[in-house]
């Protein structure tokens, strides 16, 4: 995958909320553009269409693009930035206030001085523990993180029946944090102890599905 994939899904997702609010006067606008630079496949299209608020609409084609690869993801920024949508959203103009380049990461620092010693200083990495199970107030964190495919990543990367998922769906009826949350949690109590946070993390961040790379990466993290 090209570039910085989590780059782009990262802007997208720390100014969701005002990216709603700058959009969400003219949603089919902007999923009529979306659509036309196939931004968005066929169903991800006629599922927004079908939406009849116009917040949800917005909230949905974001949670798509958090989906996708770079390419597409810096593509839907560069949409957002455009002149004609600056001018139609005037409230889109803090995308372009925003710095282009990334700092340098202490560690990316780190690992450049290190470059530079003879071999024999370099530090050994020391191999991190693996993870313990994943816990509830984790399972919450992720379902935060998954758009409304979620029944997708659940058959493709849990393993969730469909009749499964559509019993949680009215289980859980307008509740799509829930519906994830309990997914999430049936995954768990069927793999019992072989439900650690470094499987689920392996399991979501596998290309064929759709969970944004680098947005999970707490789990990864040591409890």
């Given at each position: 995958?090209?570039?910085?994939?989590?780059?782009?899904?990262?802007?997208?997702?720390?100014?969701?909320?005002?990216?709603?609010?700058?959009?969400?006067?003219?949603?089919?606008?902007?999923?009529?553009?979306?659509?036309?630079?196939?931004?968005?496949?066929?169903?991800?299209?006629?599922?927004?269409?079908?939406?009849?608020?116009?917040?949800?609409?917005?909230?949905?084609?974001?949670?798509?693009?958090?989906?996708?690869?770079?390419?597409?993801?810096?593509?839907?920024?560069?949409?957002?930035?455009?002149?004609?949508?600056?001018?139609?959203?005037?409230?889109?103009?803090?995308?372009?206030?925003?710095?282009?380049?990334?700092?340098?990461?202490?560690?990316?620092?780190?690992?450049?001085?290190?470059?530079?010693?003879?071999?024999?200083?370099?530090?050994?990495?020391?191999?991190?523990?693996?993870?313990?199970?994943?816990?509830?107030?984790?399972?919450?964190?992720?379902?935060?993180?998954?758009?409304?495919?979620?029944?997708?990543?659940?058959?493709?990367?849990?393993?969730?029946s469909s009749t499964r998922l559509e019993q949680i769906i009215e289980e859980n009826p307008r509740n799509l944090r829930e519906c994830v949350f309990t997914m999430l949690r049936d995954w768990t109590m069927r793999e019992r102890e072989k439900a650690t946070a470094d499987c689920l993390h392996s399991l979501l961040t596998q290309e064929e599905n759709a969970v944004a790379p680098g947005s999970i990466d707490f789990l990864l993290e040591d409890n």
């Open positions: 995958m090209d570039g910085d994939p989590a780059g782009g899904t990262k802007i997208i997702q720390k100014f969701k909320l005002q990216l709603i609010d700058a959009l969400c006067g003219d949603a089919d606008f902007v999923l009529q553009h979306c659509h036309s630079l196939r931004l968005l496949s066929q169903r991800e299209y006629e599922h927004v269409k079908a939406t009849a608020v116009p917040s949800e609409k917005v909230r949905d084609i974001l949670d798509y693009m958090m989906t996708k690869n770079s390419k597409s993801v810096q593509s839907f920024l560069d949409l957002l930035k455009a002149n004609e949508m600056q001018e139609t959203f005037h409230k889109l103009g803090f995308l372009k206030k925003l710095p282009q380049g990334r700092p340098e990461t202490a560690e990316k620092k780190k690992t450049k001085r290190q470059g530079n010693l003879p071999a024999e200083e370099v530090p050994l990495k020391q191999p991190r523990k693996s993870s313990g199970m994943v816990t509830e107030k984790q399972l919450m964190l992720v379902a935060r993180r998954i758009g409304s495919n979620w029944k997708e990543v659940g058959r493709a990367a849990l393993e969730i």
